[in-house]
């Protein structure tokens, strides 16, 4: 006998009043990043799987010199397939912040395309990654989608991580973070991660102003 498999059932699209919100919200001063739920369990197992298949290197352990030392303890990869299922997440992330930037009034950015995505894989127990500044070449608004496990995001005011407060990055939540030209301001917050108590994947999506768009 013949089995007949099903097409998947669409997944409803995720809110774009919530991410319109959201991008208002982080446009308030003082206000660093902000989180927001995203992503149902099923379509993020698939990118969580997708995810585990790339070949990811270690990360260096420390970057910078003397008091500028960032200490990261992940492995990450690059080495996104455009055909994948993450760059079409990217594709349709573009889509879904067009949309919600349409939305407001004034808003703090223009489209961005995310040209740069970085998978990142962290152990449990790893020491995640110490307060740091996203590098300068990234623009306007940085965003990390979190696949699965459990740490801490905090953003804080120096690379000592004072003043340190933390932003939800519970699997399916996207952080959206402040760079460069972001509110017409040139701010970029200082951020930590740590507390990783189950193995953690995420994606960072940026706009790197230094490659085709
Ligand atoms: O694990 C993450 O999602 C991002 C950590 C981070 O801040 C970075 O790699 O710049
Ligand atoms: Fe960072």
Known sequence: MKTLDLPERPEPRPDC???????????RPGRGAVSLPWLAPGRLERLRRAA????????????????RTVFQDFEITLDVPQDGLLRRFADELEADLAAALG???????????????????YPAGSRGISPHRDH????????????SGRARLFVCDDRAGSGAEEVSIAPGRLLLMR????AGSDERPFHFLDGVSAPRYGIGLRHDRTKAP
């Open 52 to 67: 585990a298949r790339l070949p990811f290197r270690r990360a260096r352990a420390r970057v910078g010199e003397a008091e």
């Open 179 to 182: 760079a460069p030209g972001f």
């Open 103 to 121: 939305r407001l009034e004034r808003p703090p950015l223009a489209p961005p395309t995310l040209n740069d995505i970085a998978v990142q894989r």
């Open 17 to 27: 009043g919530l991410l319109a919100c959201a991008l208002d919200e982080l446009a």
């Open 136 to 147: 300068l070449r990234y623009r306007s608004l940085v965003v990390l989608l979190t696949l």
